[in-house]
């Protein structure tokens, strides 16, 4: 079975940051890696997502073309990618030729089917000073939804609400400042409606016309929640052409200065990676796409989930000729300090920069997959902090994998001249090292497989202290100064020895850089793509990995412990990144300060209750799991949230303040003990805190985001 990995791509508009690499890059370079060890038939492609208003607003705003814009971030992009040791295939742009050509050849397709598009003639905000139709981001005003000021015409970035332009109060146009006015255009629409039906049994089922082509069992939960809460709103047909002179223009005739919808082009750009690809390397592209022995994947962050289980795959199943994704698993997000990434304010490191600020130190890129993999946001929000990445460089890496190794690796050469040492074949103690190598290496591939990447991590640390361990309790030490000629010293480095070539192998999908530099000392040679493969073959039979006499090098310091050596110039890099954070911080603070400069009344305080009135409430953690409208209401959303042991359905009065993929993965506090009651229709088995302002806005109480759910607050 041959598989096939997708990226999202990302859009090539700005620099990436940590969220983004830990979103949908990271962890499909684990996987990756990993295929490639176990000798599976695997091909990775990504590239840069070129088109899209974003760009075009950008262009006329500093009066450059678009094409300087994309082209800057291609290269950026991409070069950051190649310092972190991101592993693509291949990695391709939208503007390039053949990508307008396969997106063209999709549409034409999709039309000749005579049911999967209609024509429809709409209203839409034009700005007669520049002669143009106003895509959705070209317009600004006050959003319906919070007040905000400064929303734009698809979504207001402060309450996260999706809109429409017309929905905006006082729209502005961001080109030129003026009022825009409503003219007729035509554009064309996708049937997404038509394919609600299929869509939900394969998203809940993974059945298709009656066949099973995956176990929803595997997908994540949230992925699946908020698949559903679309679904059940009901699907309608979406516009895939803008009018945009920057872009895929749209075949046919009657649609000049018409374009591709970015979101309609940017995933085939998967299919045009691919076909790039195969036209540079002799490659069969199909096979990739249509076989039946081929497997497609996803990595995307949660805010691409609805256009890759829902949109794309409704596209490829309109086309026909394509296999539909086995798995798409959406992280979450990462949060940076505590909060969200915000070049704006500048909270946040990019990854260029990161890339610039430690290009000097030994295992840069290493360091930061780590601290980042030990932190993914798997199944709910997650927060990357210097701390954290000081503590997993130095308590993981440098204490118990490089510190390990190098004992190894000097104890070897003290003893047996840096050679394995001989021992008996039918040695217990080696027999034991050989099981739980194997039980290991297949632990860690497995949780891999599972897209649970971080217990993979974790299995990877657990088999570094087992080596730790095993060579501490050992203590070849004293048994050399005991008795140089005893045989154990020679089993204990034996032992060892494999347990460090195993780490080696490991490593790999995780900290690539080191991983080799470990696989030149232990090995004497670079990994073969198959060697995780031929290691298990060899620990299954009860063979070493290390034969013995086989020759090994010297480890040194392979990991410089930061937290350690206080003159260490990493140390100045991350006080640097900290200060600018505080003077971030202040300037937000700052901020708010001022606009709460008037002096709001607030609630008064409710009436005295005693403790025992407090202590009757059983309020705990949860996350919710979906959210989706309640028909009979709109103020009403109805979620379902998880509680560790249960799950429970919640109404929530909260739908004119969030929409239900706003909620959906939030981690929140719930009273669970209060009697159940119908709400327009629907139980409602709980209740979920929120902390309102002013204003009005709410706000969700919640836990920190590496806490359980099902936990009493008290």
Same mark, same amino acid.
């Given at each position: ?156 970035? /402060? ?40 869509? $939900? ?136 300090? @505590? ?93 034991? /090292? ?9 632990? #860690? @591939? ?43 010293? %020679? ?29 030149? #000392? ?72 001022? %606009? ?34 309640? $028909? $009979? ?29 706003? /909620? ?13 009651? $119908? ?36």
């Amino acid at each position: 079975m041959r598989t096939l990995l997708t990226s999202a791509l990302p859009y090539a508009n700005g620099p990436l940051h940590l969220g983004h690499l830990a979103g949908a890059y990271l962890p499909a370079d684990i996987y990756a890696r990993y295929l490639r060890l176990r000798g599976r038939e695997v091909l990775w492609v990504c590239g840069s997502d070129e088109h899209g208003a974003a760009i075009t607003l950008r262009a006329k705003k500093e009066g450059i073309e678009p094409q300087a814009i994309v082209d800057k971030y291609h290269h950026l992009n991409k070069g950051s990618f190649d310092a972190l040791g991101i592993s693509f295939d291949y990695y391709h742009r939208t503007s390039d030729p053949l990508h307008h050509e396969t997106s063209q050849e999709f549409f034409k397709k999709l039309l000749e089917r005579g049911d999967q598009f209609e024509v429809k003639t709409t209203q839409q905000y034009y700005d007669p000073q520049i002669d143009q139709f106003l895509a959705d981001r070209y317009i600004k005003g006050e959003c319906p939804n919070c007040g905000n000021p400064e929303a734009f015409g698809d979504q207001c970035e /402060v309450c996260g609400r999706d809109l429409s332009p017309t929905e905006l109060i006082n729209p502005v146009s961001v080109v030129t400042g003026t009022k825009p006015e409503l003219r007729e255009t035509k554009h064309w629409f996708f049937r997404l409606d038509e394919h609600e039906a299929w869509l $939900k049994t394969w998203i809940q089922e993974g059945k298709l016309d009656g066949v099973q082509l995956h176990d929803p069992k595997d997908w994540k939960k949230h992925v699946i929640g908020q698949c559903m809460s679309w679904l059940n709103q009901g699907l309608q047909a979406r516009s895939i052409t803008r009018d945009l002179d920057w872009g895929i223009q749209v075949p046919v005739e009657g649609a000049e200065g018409k374009v591709l919808y970015v979101w309609f082009d940017a995933p085939i750009g998967y299919i045009s990676a691919t076909k790039q690809w195969a036209k540079e390397t002799g490659g069969d592209w199909e096979k990739w796409w249509k076989a039946d022995d081929s497997r497609l994947v996803h990595f995307i962050g949660k805010d691409n989930i609805v256009f890759h289980c829902i949109v794309f795959p409704a596209m490829l199943k309109a086309h026909g000729d394509f296999n539909l994704p086995e798995n798409v698993p959406a992280n979450q997000f990462l949060n940076f300090e @505590g909060d969200k990434f915000s070049k704006s304010r500048g909270w946040g490191i990019e990854l260029q920069e990161y890339v610039d600020e430690f290009k000097d130190f030994p295992n840069a890129a290493d360091a930061l997959r780590w601290a980042l993999i030990r932190n993914l946001p798997e199944q709910q929000d997650a927060d990357f902090t210097w701390d954290g990445f000081t503590e997993y460089h130095d308590k993981d890496l440098a204490d118990k994998l490089g510190n390990f190794v190098n004992r190894v690796t000097v104890l070897t050469h003290k003893y047996f001249d840096g050679k394995v040492p001989e021992v008996t074949s039918t040695n217990e103690d080696v027999t034991s /090292v050989n099981d739980q190598l194997f039980a290991s290496l297949n632990s #860690i @591939g497995d949780d891999i497989e599972g897209y649970r990447f971080k217990d993979a991590a974790t299995a990877f640390v657990e088999l570094a202290t087992y080596g730790n361990t095993y060579l501490q309790d050992a203590a070849p030490w004293s048994l050399f100064k005991a008795d140089p000629a005893d045989p154990a010293i %020679a089993t204990t480095m034996f032992n060892s020895i494999q347990i460090a070539a195993a780490l080696s192998l490991a490593a790999a999908p995780f900290i690539p850089e080191a991983a080799a530099k470990l696989r030149e #000392i232990i090995y004497q040679t670079p990994a073969e793509d198959n060697a995780w493969k031929l290691a298990i073959q060899r620990l299954s039979q009860g063979k070493s990995l290390r034969e013995a006499g086989a020759v090994i090098g010297h480890a040194g310091v392979l990991f410089p412990k930061i937290i350690d050596r206080k003159d260490d110039s990493r140390n100045a890099i991350i006080q640097k990144q900290r200060d600018k954070m505080q003077a971030a911080l202040e300037a937000k603070n700052e901020l708010e300060a001022q %606009a709460n400069a008037s002096d709001v009344a607030r609630e008064p305080a409710k009436a005295e209750v005693s403790f025992d009135d407090f202590t009757k409430l059983d309020l705990r953690t949860a996350t919710v799991l979906t959210a989706e409208k309640v $028909k $009979k209401s709109s103020k009403l959303l109805h979620l379902t949230i998880d509680l560790g042991s249960e799950e429970r359905s919640v109404v929530s009065g909260i739908a004119k303040h969030f929409s239900p993929e706003e /909620v959906i993965g939030k981690r929140v506090v719930t009273v669970t003990n209060l009697a159940p009651r $119908k709400m327009a229709g629907v139980l409602s088995e709980a209740m979920i805190l929120m902390a309102e302002d002013a204003e009005g806005k709410l706000v969700f109480v919640s836990p920190p985001a590496d806490f359980g759910n099902g936990w009493t607050v008290r």
